[in-house]
């Protein structure tokens, strides 16, 4: 009997240290979303208020018929979708051909690229802006969205992951007449469903909060993206924290619904990717 004592009041204790970090956690963005529905200047003062006194959507009007903030949003879903949907495929065929495809200096090619993760991003991003001026690309949705179109950590995701394919089933489809398209597209990518999800969840995240490559590709102001445009919205209305948390709440509330929809996907691949292969 006292063991099963001990057992639940382990679960107890358990239990209630992670729903006190989970409120701490969670605490910061609950005020946020409360703040953006304050009155102006209302959580301006000390002690800040939790709850507004009178709701109001006057913060969101702001920011979508004077602030512009709805062209941004555009401009931030289509980069982050095109940056997805293209990595998405590029980082696949790359993985599966390194997983699964025998080909001269495979295995160098894929150490080289392992061993260029720790060149930090922004070293390539000055000639990289100079070859997309010199090509005209400056100011583009395309231009913005290169440096998210591959990544070495997706590529090395989905070969860890292609690795565990029966090699029988790859090869009686070749028996059977299936070309290498068709066998990719037919029986791996329905098998890599998992890390397909996981892979397209991290690139919308990437592309969706990048700020220092919109910041220096875009410098046309109608071409802004979400955490740009909000960095510049801060620096006029330093004073008016509602608007600012307002601006926030629609910068985190795509990518929030995105990951709590597609979350078991998410989990499922990564933790297959980890014992695979």
Known sequence: MSAVRQRRMSAVFVNGALIVIAAIALAPIVWMVLVSFMQPGEASHFPPPWWPDQPTLHNYRELFLRAGMGRYFANSLIIATGVTLVSVLLNTLAGYAFAKLKFKGRERTFRALLAALVIPA?????????????????????????????????????????????????????????????????????????????????????????????????????????????????????????LMMAGAVVTVIPVLVLFLVLQRYYLQGLLVGSVKG
């Not at 220092?212 to 006029?236: F, H, K, N, Y």
């Open 122 to 242: 922004q070293v390539a991003m000055m000639p990289l802006f100079l070859l997309l001026k010199q090509m005209g690309l400056v100011n583009t949705y395309f231009g913005a969205m290169t440096t998210g179109l591959a990544s070495i950590f997706g590529i090395f995701l989905v070969r860890q992951y292609a690795r565990s394919l029966p090699d029988e089933l790859l090869e009686a489809a070749r028996i059977d007449g299936a070309g290498e398209l068709r066998i990719f597209f037919q029986i791996v990518l329905p098998t890599l469903k998992p890390i397909l999800v996981t892979l397209a969840i991290f690139a919308f995240l990437g592309a969706w909060n990048d700020f220092m490559w919109p910041l220096i590709v875009l410098g046309d102001q109608s071409m802004q993206t979400l955490p740009v445009a909000l960095a510049t919205l801060s620096r006029e209305h330093v004073q008016d924290n509602e």
